[in-house]
């Protein structure tokens, strides 16, 4: 039994549903969740040992066994990489003696990677011991290898390490919104539930989270969805490498997304709402709780909201790295405690969500803009935008450009805009969603961003010409098979197989089998996956591989069949016995004495 | 009012509520699954029932049925997604077939004769999974392991126990035991649990009373699985029965040679 764990466990009630963020501060004090605290911690939430165990394995940011007593993590996406991070990671291994992935032998210090961290614009970036570090250079590595050396604790290193910019490079009706905090509640109230449904409804607002569902539906849905409670949770977990505007918004205006929230418990009937944030983005947590606290000071969250009886509160809760959460059921998994993977639907969240209760699951951004629509009116949007895609949208731009950041465009925007606001030159391809698996190409700059042309969830990856498009192809299938959740089949072992097939083409041992396999793969995954991470894994790859195949082509062994031995070779037994070593004693002429 | 979907061109009954898997079985309709058991929770994450509706993919054992649904089931293109997905199962873990306590009773090795599967097709990944030979009556032969959760929802939901549990996530995910030393000797699990008995592969390996009846003379070496959809997933308890006899059978044949 530790003290300092019941502390933690006592802090939390006792409650299952708040295991994640248990498992954070425990590990936050022994680096590890070791098998006697899983043991302690399973019977104090009356779990089986089992479970917890489960929770503990699912997450990337969660450690069953003992790592360094400096942990970092290096962001691994393309964008990163392209920024050096394998070389960073490679320089502070060679300063520890460790190989990537591995703890020390005096157990100071691992060094890994990770999935995306959301700091495309910054990097290349890592995590230290959870700390979002940007903007990493070899002199920063070297600095740091010292303090670790020193065993200077992560909190007394340059406060300006971990510096994270906004870098808002256009700011339109959202991101210029000017609202004082609370505003939105107000006219929530005057409205009433029904009349913010019906502006809603006016502004034809859809979810921004990349399925696109009608925002008014949902909460009308969950609304009139029969339960003893209902929820409604702000999905701040986007995991899509490249994206990083939910990052922005929570740091730029969040109190325009709890208003948002509040708003969304107004209309469903919701008392409690919960921003499931990240781990990648521990860094804002501090400020949102401390925010939560200021609202409820000012009567705009608790009991007795703006003096009319309306109850309502938030909470923050701590992912802990797995891209598979930003999918609604499984983030609810998550928020309950559980490793995130996706339910089997129907139910849908909105009718037995958390707990089995109705609950509303929206985006970050859906909920600002709820928010500025239920203050402004239904038609405050209707001047931005395309007949289908109203409004405007945020991209997060990061790769070969000048000004790496966060636009706010109204949607129709054409690709080639963002790219000359952004300073790009001499573009290959830009990548605008890896899991829808988008890769637009340079005869295709005139498209416009919209639900009905070029879809996009908001990211924005650029590639100039002197990028290897196949570098960047096997970088997103790593991300999928590093972050299937490993509950269906098609997608546990399917990824897989297409990260073995990638590895085989880089190593030289390719064969155009090995790309009509890829291309098989993804045909099986869209039909046999249980979730849309599996049926959209291979999205990117397929679409890489259909405009750029001559960068894998050019990798193969051969552009025909190619054996794993040498036909000819296995003769040279015979050949020694009967003393033959003419033309006709070998397979072929090509072969003969080469 | 009778409600009906069609299967292959069949007209199956069902009552609302109902699965498709569940009423194709009831019907004595095979659609090839191994995660799914009648009584048990449905899962669908073996991906193996997956049958197309209007153009579009789902599990049976989680769609409810419908009427007048038009269920493509045992068409080419299914049974070639069938044979990949029990292909990426095969390399996925070390499956010996021919040395397996389990061939001819295996669900996994049945299915994949039954959809006509002749190679693993894939580089097999050949994992390094342990053993666990900790408890006096059953050993865990890890190594056939296709997470289909049948013991875990089995030891939940019938034993009342919750003795296994996934962990790990993508391809680190694996079947773990609920003890401190992570050993099922250390568990509260029984041979007689039904988690014991659920098994589509050779998980759960008998230490007594093995190769009572050879192979060659098993469950699917007589009859291929699809002819036998009702006892494979339905009526479990006759393949129990008849596994049970078996064992019988077997203990009094040690009895009587050690009586010699």
Known sequence: MYPVVEDILTRNGHDPTRLMMILREVQAVFGWVSPDTITQIAAAVNRPRAAVQSTVEFYTFFNAEPVGHYRVLFSDNITDRMLGSLALRDRLCAAFAVRPGEVSADGLVSVDRTSCTGLCDQGPAALVNTRAMPNLSPERIDAMAALIRDRRPVAEWPADWFDVHENIRRRDKLLGHGLTPGAPIKAALDRGPEGVLAELSRAALRGRGGAGFGTETKWRICRDAPGYAHYVVANADEGEPGTFKDRVLLASCPDLVFDGLVIAGLVTGARKGMVYLRGEYAFLYPRLTELLAQRRRAGLLGNNIMGVGFTFDIEVHLGAGAYICGEESALIESLEGKPGKPRIRPPYPVTQGFLGQPTAVNNVETLALAALITTHGGDWLKDRGTPTSVGTTMLSVSGDVERPGIYEYPYGVRIHEVLDAAGATDTQAVQIAVGAGKCLVDTEFERRIAMEDASTTGSFMVFDRTRDLFEVAANFVEFFAHESCGFCTACRVGTTVNKRLMDKIAAGQGSPQDIEEMQRMHRHMQGASHCGLGSTATMALRDILNKFRPAFERRLLSTDFEPAFDLDAELSEARDLTGRDDALAHLAPAHARR | ?260
Request: hydrophobic share 35%; net charge negative; with cysteine.
């Open chain 2, 1 to 260: 009012m009778e409600h009906f979907f069609v299967l292959d061109g069949e007209k199956i009954p069902f009552t609302p509520g109902q699965t498709i898997m569940d009423a194709a079985t009831t019907a004595g309709k095979y659609i090839p699954h191994l995660c799914y058991k009648k009584g048990l929770s449905a899962h669908g994450s073996c991906r193996m029932c997956v049958v197309k509706i209007n153009n579009r993919h789902f599990a049976s054992c989680t769609t409810k049925a419908a009427d007048g649904l038009i269920v493509r089931n045992r068409t080419h293109e299914m049974t070639e997604g069938r044979r990949t997905s029990l292909q990426l199962l095969f390399v996925e873990g070390n499956h010996f077939c021919p040395s397996c306590e389990r061939s001819g009773d295996c669900t996994l090795q049945a299915t994949a004769y039954e959809m006509g599967m002749l190679t693993p097709h894939y580089d097999h990944f050949f994992p390094d999974r342990r053993v666990d030979a900790s408890h006096p009556d059953i050993v865990l032969e890890l190594n056939r392991c296709i997470q289909c959760e049948l013991c875990v929802r089995a030891s939940r939901e019938i034993d009342g126990k919750n003795v296994f549990a996934l962990a790990g996530r993508g391809m680190a995910s694996r079947l773990i035991v609920n003890s401190e030393s992570g050993l099922l000797g250390d568990s509260d699990f029984e041979a007689t649990d039904y988690a014991a008995r659920v098994c589509p592969v050779g998980v759960f390996l008998k230490r007594t009373g093995n190769y009572g009846a050879p192979i060659g003379d098993r469950t699917f070496d007589e009859r291929p699985i699809s002819s036998q959809a009702a006892t494979a997933s339905g009526a479990d308890h006759a393949s129990d029965v008849a596994e049970d006899e078996r064992r019988a059978l077997g203990e009094v044949a040690t009895e009587l040679e050690a009586a010699r």
